[in-house]
């Protein structure tokens, strides 16, 4: 079983909520990467998503693209990346998945980036501008691997096809939960909650939501709704700033005696 279908299967019978944040490889320098691989798994993390800077983040807001943009002025490649998480994997347990584009693997080589992801101890991939109908050249690949697939809907996909997505992989789905781009924003349409309601009913993995999400209310709310959360925006904002304490009271927010921030 891969460390991702472990990690939820455990979490569901405990009946908790996953928080996974984002962090942006590179940001920093990436010297500094496994260290906050390690905060971020000591603050709770369920699992972590790694993103890799890329010239054209076309899904990206402000906070992400100019973390990107200070990653690759430091010299960050995908090669350095996955060196950095196979030494991060000597020291954290919880999953990893890595975020990139398609094209920083097409440049890379499609079967040495599994090979070398596969090695380096990463759990499972997003590659947000792959439609299902490509998916095919690679997920065979990653499959046979063993790397999780994490596939992305979003509110404007129609049900039918979210069951057809939700179906294909064994990780957990990413539902978007805006129409635009990644950033904290204060307000959701009104029909996301019976949105991620319908999206839990027929998917057959657990269902995360990202995209805007920042504060301790809304992961509580969105929460009761489906299976767990994803932050990045904030929390490349909070490692930019140091504030630590911060992004330790945020991620706190499903223990007891949490605070909300
Ligand atoms: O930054 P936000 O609004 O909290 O959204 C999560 C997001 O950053 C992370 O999952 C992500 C960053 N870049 C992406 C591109 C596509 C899909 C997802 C992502």
Known sequence: MNRIENTFSKLTKENRKAFVPYIMAGDGGLECLV?????????????????VPFSDPVADGPTIQAAGIRALATGTTLR???????????????????????????????????????????????????????????????????????RLVTLTTPLERI???????????????????????????????????NVKEVSPIPVLAGFGISNGNQIVELTKF????????????????????????????FKKESKLV
């Open 80 to 150: 350095g990346i996955i060196k950095q998480l196979a030494k991060a994997r000597e020291l954290i347990s919880v999953p990893i998945v890595l975020m990139t584009y398609l094209n920083p693997i097409y440049a890379y080589g499609i079967e040495e980036f599994v090979e070398d992801i596969k090695e380096a101890g990463v759990d499972g991939c997003i590659i947000p501008d792959l439609p299902i109908e490509e998916e095919d050249i690679i997920a065979l690949r990653l499959k046979q691997a063993e790397v999780e697939l994490i």
């Open 226 to 253: 489906c299976d767990g959360v994803i932050v990045g925006s904030k929390i490349v904002d909070l490692f930019e700033k140091n504030n630590l304490e911060e992004m330790e009271k945020l991620m706190s927010v």
């Open 35 to 51: 260290d906050r691989l390690a905060t971020l798994e000591k603050f709770g993390a369920t699992a972590i998503e790694v993103g």
């Open 163 to 197: 069951k057809m997505i939700s179906n294909k992989g064994k990780g957990f789905l990413y539902t978007v939960t805006v129409k635009g781009i990644t950033g904290t924003r204060n307000e959701y349409d009104s029909d996301l909650n019976q949105f991620l309601k």
